[in-house]
């Protein structure tokens, strides 16, 4: 996965760009980067995105994508996805100075953390990545996940298709058959995976800057 090598993100106003060449290794700093960053115009550190953290499971997910293991690719996509938008939730919480953020964030269910954000930001999270241009990214997660869950409670990779019998009355008559997954399935995950790294990327910038501490006087 290219976008792997290409994202970083600026410490100083938290804007994720699209640019290998910002990854310039810092000399006073191995293993670490700095550069001019284009968005804030100041020379600050870097760090790749999406995290070193999870770059094995996007490696794992493009290695079971080539392997023809489509429901390997469907859970770790699951993961990807997960822990991409924990990333976002915490970096919410830490930049408009609600702490302490991972006694907030942990063990609250993603449906509750969708109903914070918007607490948070006043954007409606699906309405907001149809704005970003990436409106079919959580129908695709909600079915992705329903086969994962699937599998999980039954140990069967299995999908549901729909199979034309023919017509009646003029209409088209269709029913369910459960069918094993297929490649299809592993591309349908791959390309969702690089539209987890597109579209957080985004989210991350739009929500990458500090909130202002109010001073009072006193």
């Known amino acids: 996965m290219r976008s792997l090598d290409s994202y970083s993100d600026c410490l100083k106003c938290g804007s994720v760009i699209n640019d290998s060449s910002l990854l310039v290794p810092d000399e006073l700093n191995p293993g670490k980067y700095r550069s001019l960053c284009p968005s804030c115009k100041h020379e600050t550190m870097r760090t ?22 489509p429901i390997l690719v469907l859970i770790l996509a699951c993961t990807a996805y997960e822990s991409m938008f924990d990333g976002l939730f915490y970096r919410i919480l830490e930049r408009q100075h609600v702490f302490p953020v991972e006694a907030i964030a942990d063990g609250i269910e993603y449906r509750s953390k969708i109903r914070i954000f918007h607490n948070l930001t006043g954007k409606r999270f699906e309405s907001y990545l149809g704005k970003l241009g990436f409106k079919k990214l959580h129908t695709n997660l909600m079915e992705i996940k329903r086969r994962r869950n699937g599998f999980i409670h039954t140990g069967v990779a299995h999908k549901e298709v729909e199979v034309k019998l023919g017509l009646h009355s003029g209409k088209q008559f269709c029913f369910p058959k459960r069918v094993d997954l297929d490649q299809s399935d592993s591309e349908r995950a791959l390309k969702f995976t690089l539209d987890i790294i597109h579209c957080f990327a985004r989210l991350y910038s739009d929500f990458g800057k500090y909130a202002e501490i109010e001073s009072y006087d006193y």
């Not at 790749?48 to 293991?69: D, K, Y």
Request: glycine share 0%.
């Open 48 to 69: 790749p995105f999406p995290p070193r953290s999870l770059r094995p499971v996007f490696e794992m997910i493009a290695e079971c994508a080539e392997l023809n293991r």
